[in-house]
Antibody, heavy 115, light 107 residues
Framework: EVQLVESGGDLVQPGGSLRLSCAAS????????MSWVRQAPRKGLEWVAN????????YYVDSVKGRFTISRDNAKNSLYLQMNSLRAEDTAVYYC?????????WGQGTMVTVS | AIRMTQSPSSFSASTGDRVTITCRAS??????LAWYQQKPGKPPKLLIY???TLQSGVPSRFSGSGSGTDFTLTISCLQSEDFATYYC?????????FGQGTKLEIK
């Protein structure tokens, strides 16, 4: 079964840091672009970051540039999001997503609360 | 950034109805457009990609059309499980952007 499982969400103070992880299974992780997408409470979806199969290309939404870093470990079938200098507006459910044609596989999400 | 605007923002309909949701991009995105369905407390589900290609396992009552700046999602015969929020998304250029969502409610 194709699956993405996020972990690492927590309550953190403004200015703090957090590292999210995503464990992939059921597909060849190293063959796909991967993404993080977030959703603030009762709000819409916002793409956060993308990373190429080999990690050589990374893209971010402007609001997180310089604060967040996306990375991956293909040997461990894992995706990460290092979040620094967190702000109240970063409060959201963070989804790990496989980027095939569009975003075809989503994890259940992990909640990050900055307060 | 490319702005994606959906209409309507919310909509009431009955089972069996045919409904159409529109999505407009602020600049041309060719056919790099996807549609997602989201139910409360669940992650989004990909319905359509490349503007009109049905994702595997998605019922054929869902269809998409359009290219350039104007796109539509049509549900031909609403079922009870279709009442949800729908989002369009462009993946033509970074930053990838979503529409604000269309909440489809039972009349």
């Amino acid at each position: 079964e194709v699956q993405l499982v996020e972990s690492g969400g927590d309550l953190v103070q403004p200015g703090g840091s957090l590292r999210l992880s995503c464990a992939a299974s059921g597909f060849t992780f190293s063959s796909y672009w991967m993404s993080w997408v977030r959703q603030a409470p009762r709000k819409g979806l916002e793409w956060v970051a993308n990373i190429k199969q080999d990690g050589s290309e990374k893209y971010y939404v402007d609001s997180v540039k310089g604060r967040f870093t996306i990375s991956r470990d293909n040997a461990k079938n894992s995706l990460y999001l290092q979040m620094n200098s967190l702000r109240a507006e970063d409060t959201a459910v963070y989804y790990c997503v496989r980027a095939k044609y569009a975003f075809d596989i989503w994890g259940q999400g992990t909640m990050v609360t900055v307060s | 950034a490319i702005r994606m605007t959906q209409s309507p923002s919310s909509f009431s309909a009955s089972t069996g109805d045919r409904v159409t949701i529109t999505c407009r991009a602020s600049q041309g995105i060719s056919s790099y457009l996807a549609w997602y369905q989201q139910k409360p407390g669940k992650p989004p589900k990909l319905l359509i990609y490349a503007a009109s290609t049905l994702q595997s396992g998605v019922p054929s009552r869902f269809s998409g059309s359009g290219s350039g700046t104007d796109f539509t999602l049509t549900i031909s015969c609403l079922q009870s499980e279709d009442f949800a929020t729908y989002y369009c998304q462009q993946y033509y250029s970074y930053p990838y952007t979503f529409g604000q969502g269309t909440k489809l409610e039972i009349k």
